[in-house]
């Protein structure tokens, strides 16, 4: 399973958080970025998750206000790619307590750190929750000065799809 | 986990982010950005020194403006500087900054892969974690050069932490990816493979990861892993779903792990050892027999991960090939996919099916879903799922179902998305090709695409078509027709005008016997369409209204009339007016054998491989074209498919390295000043690139003969300049015939194309016709070796009184002969008088320094030049007793040599050149034959019968015709043919 890039855009298509697991410069990262942001907003609900572009295949699925969109490569598994989306809103959800795309705005360095708990290099390194964010965890303890954030504005989650 | 927000406290970005969000403008957002840099600038330049917390907020706030899209150039020393910070925190931004913006300046990597190298060593495993995490973020080769050799160390080390063992892993896997020659192999690969018994799971799905991109360069180090993985694999698929605790997901057991592991297994063959093989075939099946187990749970995140495993122990299935009974089951299993309300699981067993359909084991299994499959193409509403049911029609498509799919796939393009069009117009002509069983049937498929879809019939297809018509004479009269029919409408597109122009100036002659498409109304019908189309068709337009005046002379004037009007012979275009101006010259100046000479009808296409395919398959990819030309099905209908059929007259074998429209495939010689790629016309129209350009060089003149040259390198001799004979060699400068001449010769008696010669080296084929006493023939010299032919020289010899009874002019013909190429050679032959001895053919070349000489008798008979006369029975037994002296007569009773079929013998006797006149003999199973042997001295009249005996197997043959050796040497040839 060689994920190329991670996407997560708004439904404004604002993005929102990109890892790249290619080397690719940044005018092309941005180049797919447009590409990619208008192709899949513009696909209806019932469609399927998957489609072709370029030679790699897409996986995408929105959550709430959220679209998470992998690109794998020809040979990888679509469906086992749409659960690693799923496994990382669980991880972004269980950290956050009902995650939001605020949460995701403010505090987007934690959304990169449980990421590469999760990811590292396009593949899959740890797929139990408890192990990703016992990780996580531990770090937060090693940390100091823990402010509450008050601009958090609950949107309704993106548990809509969770459970 | 409390509601609480996590963040580490920094309010200043937490109200910068707001800030931002607030911005009502673009503007509004960039000012304040820009505020902040500015702010964050002088923080960064300020006397006085910033704590750890101050700098890791302004890196935090840098690194979240450049992800907003803006560029940063700056702060990259304070993010260095928060790496060797103690605090966990401060390190992470540190590091995340440094992954997200790496910067290859050189004094900054330094100092990176310092800190770097430091954590590695700190035996803190979550220093440790961020060290490795970056480096696999990064995975620059600067890292590589600096970590590779450690990294594996780690790895396997005894006392690393699990969770350094997995990023040690992946982090190895990227740097072996980015730079392979950078990590050293060793005697850490085989405690690798070993990982896959560790007790963590977490650490055996990263080791899975390396090993399957590490076996696929070095597959023999990394063998054992076989056996390791079948055996975690059948742990896993026979546990229960509790089993594996936290690597249960939703009720299924490891499914990355699993995936992972079924991917492993297809980097090899099937495992050799019988009890593994056994163990993974009860895996597989188990997998299988939980598919029709009912779910244990409703929601999509079960089903996605239990099917995710199926689906790719579907594909390890294919992948092996070998098991009928399990390619059967998962045929089985993706048909019901095929129906399921889930949209993504119908698009992927649509896709998976389409491997499957180039399995012999279970292409049948597919086929019966065809109706399924042909319903989704109608009704999916998703483009990318009805994309996937065409790719898989394509797939399943064989001889039996063809005429159904390609219909269907016709249908479907009138609304397919414009996306996918033209890829659908490419399936459609090649297979419309493959299976075609008769031709008709493919012109009109071909006609239909470009009526339904003509913007997207690349010039692949259409010229594909005309290769096609050119080489198959049975189809040329329903092709004219069909054209012709398809350009009455008035709305047609440009495509449809190219073909039709072509065709109908090829083989418009077949068709204008009809006074609804008489050769006025064939012109008429074209021009009409002249004004709309782009210069590159006005050009082919033109072309076909020159070989209109040649085929038909009731032309000359109205065309002529169009060529010298102001539109064209001042056309502001250079090659429509260059063509205007030379073929009204032409048409003026020539005399009719010289345009029939110049505008012969195109010889035949040599055999190559479809540059529609090749099309495809730049298009697709490989991958995709390998479903496509797969051999198996293609044995079968080996007879029609494919290429080009061979037909008699298709005499050359280019090598597989010819171009794409053979047409340029013998190069130009090298000794002449290429005309041939300067723009011959008829070239012009298959070249691949933009329509030619009209060469400037050559006066007008020099171009218009070099420009209608048939399409072979030829001289550039003057074609209008008498053809100087080439200088003949004295009889005593060439060997005799080769043994088998006589045999040869004998072939070509009934018939004027085909194979002359064919040894190691060197195949000469033959394309001949005869009008009157005047002959036309070509000859084709293919170099079936590697290597150049040089001195390459052929001769035609006259030996005897043969130079008074037959004239024949040859044209030089390159003196090189490419590895692989085929050279024309064009022979205009008169027969003056009859004539006993055929000339002689001698080639020489040298092949690899030594020379080479080979004679051969040219298939030149008296009976070529036989025009055949129909007569009724009366006339015919009034001339046979006028022609009733003894010596007129010669007779031959023979043994037949081949079964004596009257079909056969029917087709020989009119190959012979007589026609066969019915109910002249009393007994109909004689044949009569009647027919006027023409030289430019005498007319010969002759009459045959040949009466054959089944019973006794032997024939009687008798020849009458005014001149006695005429008469015994039609008899000798003729006796030889059966």
């Known amino acids: 399973m060689a994920m190329q890039f991670m996407l997560l855009f708004s439904r404004q298509g604002k993005l929102r958080l990109q890892k790249w697991y290619v080397p690719l410069s ?45 690109a794998i490569e020809d040979q990888d598994n679509e469906l086992i790619t749409l659960e690693i989306i799923h496994r990382y809103v669980e991880l972004l959800d269980k950290y956050f307590g009902s995650v939001c795309e605020l949460d995701i705005i403010f505090n987007f360095e934690k959304a990169y750190f449980i990421l590469d708990e999760f990811l590292l290099g396009g593949e899959v390194q740890e797929t139990s929750k408890k192990n990703v964010l016992k990780a996580i965890e531990q770090a937060d303890l090693l940390q100091e000065n823990r402010i509450r954030i008050t601009a958090r504005v609950s949107m309704g989650g993106l548990r809509k799809n969770l459970y | 986990m409390p509601a609480v927000s996590k963040g580490d406290g920094m309010r200043g970005l937490a109200v910068f982010i707001s800030d931002i969000r607030n911005c009502k403008s673009k503007e509004a957002e960039i000012k304040r950005i820009n505020k902040e840099l500015a702010n964050i600038r002088s ?97 620059s080769r600067e890292m590589g050069e600096a970590f590779a050799a450690d990294i594996p160390r780690i790895l396997v080390a005894g006392d690393s932490m699990d969770s350094v063992k997995q990023s040690a892993a992946l982090c190895l896997l990227r740097l072996y990816k980015a730079s392979p020659d950078l990590v050293p192999m060793g005697e850490w690969t085989a405690r690798v493979v070993h990982l896959l018994n560790d007790q963590h799971m977490g650490v055996v799905t990263a080791a899975v990861s390396l090993i399957t991109c590490l076996c696929k360069k070095n597959p023999d180090d990394f063998k054992t892993c076989i056996s390791l993985a079948v055996s975690r694999l059948s742990r896993i698929v026979s546990s229960a779903s509790t089993d594996l605790q936290d690597y249960t997901y939703y009720f299924v057991p490891a499914p990355w792990l699993s995936v992972k592991l079924l991917r492993l297994l297809q980097c090899y063959p099937p495992p050799e050892d019988a009890a593994v093989k056994g163990r993974l075939v009860e895996s597989l099946e188990t997998v299988l027999n939980k598919a029709q187990e009912p779910p244990k749970s409703k929601k999509v995140q079960h ?158 297809v259409w010229y594909r078509v005309l290769q096609i018509v050119t080489n198959r004479d049975d189809v040329q009269g329903y092709a004219a027709k069909t054209v012709f029919e398809a350009l009455q409408a008035p709305a047609c597109h440009e495509n449809m005008v190219k073909v039709g122009g072509y065709i109908l100036g090829e083989f418009g002659n077949l068709i204008a016997g009809d006074p609804r498409s008489s050769p006025p109304v064939q012109f008429s019908l074209l021009h009409s369409k002249f004004h709309l189309c782009s210069v590159a068709t006005r050009a082919l337009l033109l072309s076909t209204y020159i070989k209109f005046i040649n085929l038909f002379p009731e032309t000359k004037a109205t065309i002529q009339g169009v060529l010298r009007a102001g539109s064209q012979l001042r056309n502001a275009d250079v090659e429509l007016q260059q063509r205007a101006v030379e073929y009204l010259t032409l048409s003026s100046v020539a005399s009719t054998d010289v345009l029939a000479t110049v505008l012969e009808e195109m010889p035949p296409f040599p055999e190559r491989e479809s540059s529609i395919l090749a099309k495809l398959k730049r298009k697709k990819g490989p991958g995709a074209a390998s479903a496509l030309d797969d051999g198996r099905r293609d044995a079968s209908s080996s007879d029609i498919n494919g290429a080009v059929e061979p037909t008699p007259s298709t005499v050359s074998t280019p090598s597989p390295s010819a171009d794409l429209l053979g047409l340029r495939a013998a190069p130009p010689p090298a000794a002449a000043p290429a005309p041939a790629s300067a723009g011959n016309l008829l070239v012009d129209v298959f070249s691949d690139g933009p329509a030619a350009q009209p060469s400037l060089g050559p006066t007008p003149e020099e171009a218009f003969l070099s420009e209608l040259e048939p399409p072979a390198p030829e001289s550039p001799m003057a074609l209008l300049a008498d053809p100087a004979p080439a200088a003949d060699p004295g009889p005593e400068d060439i060997g005799p015939p080769v043994p088998e001449a006589d045999e040869l010769l004998n072939k070509f008696v009934c018939k004027n194309n085909g194979v002359l010669f064919e040894n190691q080296l060197l195949q000469i084929g033959v394309k001949s016709e005869f009008r009157q006493n005047l002959g036309r023939m070509y000859l084709f010299y293919g170099n079936k070796t590697s290597v150049q032919f040089q001195n390459f020289l052929p001769t035609v010899v006259h030996p005897g009184d043969l130079q008074t009874q037959l004239a024949v002019q040859t044209k030089r013909v390159a003196a090189q002969v490419d590895g692989g190429a085929q050279v024309q050679q064009v022979l205009n032959i008169e027969c003056l008088r009859d004539f006993l001895t055929p000339p002689l053919l001698s080639v020489r070349f040298r092949y690899g320094g030594a020379p080479q000489s080979l004679t051969l008798k040219l298939p030149v008979t008296i009976n070529k030049f036989f025009q055949p006369t129909e007569m009724a029975a009366q006339d015919f037994f009034q001339r046979w007793k006028q022609l009733s002296l003894p010596l007129q007569e010669a007779q031959k009773i023979f043994k037949a040599n081949h079964p004596m079929d009257a079909e056969v013998t029917k087709a020989k006797l009119l190959g012979f050149g007589s026609a066969l006149l019915d109910n002249v003999d009393p007994n109909p199973e004689n044949f009569v034959g009647a027919g006027i042997i023409q030289t430019k001295a005498l007319q010969v009249g002759c009459l045959l019968r040949l009466e054959p005996n089944a019973q006794a197997q032997m024939y009687r043959l008798t020849l009458r015709t005014s001149k006695e050796s005429v008469s015994r040497h039609l008899c000798e040839l003729l006796a030889q043919q059966f």
């Open chain 2, 43 to 139: 923080k960064f330049k300020g006397d006085k020194a910033l704590d750890g917390y101050s700098k890791k907020k302004y890196v935090c706030k840098l690194l979240f403006i450049f992800l907003l899209g803006h560029d940063i150039d700056f702060g990259h020393m304070e993010a260095v500087n928060l790496l060797s910070s103690n605090k966990y925190t401060e390190k992470q931004i540190g590091y995340l900054f440094i992954s997200v913006l790496v910067n290859s300046n050189s004094e900054l990597i330094r100092l990176i892969n310092n800190a770097i190298k430091n954590d590695l060593a700190s035996r803190n495993p979550t220093f440790m974690c961020l060290a490795l995490h970056c480096i696999a973020n990064v995975g």
């Open chain 1, 26 to 70: 940044d005018k092309e990262k941005k180049k797919i970025t447009r590409e990619l942001v208008q192709t899949v907003l513009a696909r209806k609900p019932k469609m399927c998750s998957f489609l072709e572009w370029r030679d790699l295949k897409i996986v995408y699925k929105r959550y709430a206000s959220l679209y998470f969109c992998c």
């Open chain 2, 303 to 460: 089903s996605n991960a239990k099917n995710a495993i199926l689906f790719e122990t579907i594909s390890l299935i294919i992948h092996y090939d070998s098991e009928p009974n399990l390619l059967v089951r998962a045929c089985n299993q993706l048909g019901q996919f095929l129906q399921h309300r889930e949209t993504n699981l119908r698009y992927l067993a649509l896709e998976s099916m389409c491997t499957l359909a180039s399995s012999e084991f279970s292409h049948e299994a597919v086929k019966t879903h065809i109706d399924t499959v042909i319903n989704a193409l109608k009704t999916e509403r998703d483009v990318s799922v009805r994309q996937r049911a065409a790719d898989l029609l394509y797939a399943m498509c064989d001889r039996s179902n063809a005429k159904q799919i390609v219909s269907e796939m016709l249908r479907y393009l009138e609304t397919a998305d414009y996306a996918i069009r033209e890829e659908i117009v490419l399936k459609v002509a090649i297979l419309a090709e493959k299976y075609a069983v008769d031709y008709s049937w493919y012109v009109d498929t071909i006609l239909n695409l470009i009526r339904i879809a003509g913007d997207y019939v690349s010039e692949e």
